[in-house]
């Protein structure tokens, strides 16, 4: 699997967008890009995945550079829930199925 | 969706004594679950690959003898942390990828947190 970049921490506003951003720079043809998110103690949780084109969810969008190169998650409406820490991985679909989790983002919402 | 569900939540034990944590896929049937280990405000490490009907598959780094798996059946995957210490304490998290989703997706237990004292 391809190694990602991310930030250490973000803080977002309650009710704003957040924005977390992965660089994925060698990522291949055939790899996805997944997001993960852990709460506080918690098995991780899956939030959204894509390959090239721009994906929405009930909990997020995807939004990938026309490079693939990177890719940014955006949470439109941040609650004190959101706080976690956010992974982004990249990974063949179906292929190999383990997961590398690098450090992630540890996003807080502040009320 | 689907759900992946562990036993016990939390344990606490002797050091020496022996812990065995269920790993379970409550709708799916799983050939293959995966182990993970987690310090404190540190990141998932994968310790070993769980395969129904056959040997494990373990990290570099883990001993196979010190945690057994064994996946007994397509929905239920056990790790038996041996002869426990205190540095074994950490949160273990156990996943599985629904072969019937549509998206290849892995789904997360709840995690076990595991005091040896």
């Known amino acids: 699997d391809a190694k990602t970049t991310q930030p250490t921490s973000m803080d977002c506003a309650e009710g704003r967008a957040a924005n977390l951003p992965c660089n994925h720079s060698t990522i291949s043809g055939n790899e996805y890009v997944y997001w993960y998110r852990q709460i506080h103690s918690q098995g991780p949780q899956y939030i959204i995945h894509?390959?090239?084109n721009n994906e929405t969810n009930e909990m997020a969008s995807l939004i990938i550079t026309e490079d693939r190169k990177s890719s940014t998650l955006i949470l439109p409406h941040a609650t004190l829930r959101d706080t976690a820490v956010y992974y982004c991985?990249?990974?063949?679909?179906?292929?190999?199925?383990?997961?590398?989790f690098g450090t992630g983002t540890r996003l807080t919402i502040i009320p | 969706g689907a759900v992946v569900s562990q036993h016990p939540s939390w344990v606490i034990c002797k050091s020496g004594t022996s812990v065995k944590i269920e790993c379970r896929s409550l709708?799916?049937?799983?050939?293959?679950m995966f182990w993970y280990r987690q310090f404190p405000k540190q990141s998932l490490m994968l310790m070993a690959t769980s395969n129904e009907g056959s040997k494990a598959t373990y990290e570099q780094g883990v001993e196979k003898d010190k945690f057994l798996i064994n996946h007994a059946s397509l929905t239920l995957s056990t790790l038996t942390v041996t002869s426990a210490h205190p540095e074994d304490s950490s949160f273990y998290i156990c996943s599985a990828r629904d072969p019937g989703g549509p998206s290849g997706e892995l789904f997360f237990g709840e995690g076990s947190r595991l005091t040896v004292l």
């Open positions: 709708d799916f049937q799983a050939t293959t």
């Open positions: 894509g390959l090239k």
């Open positions: 991985i990249v990974r063949v679909l179906f292929g190999n199925e383990k997961l590398t």
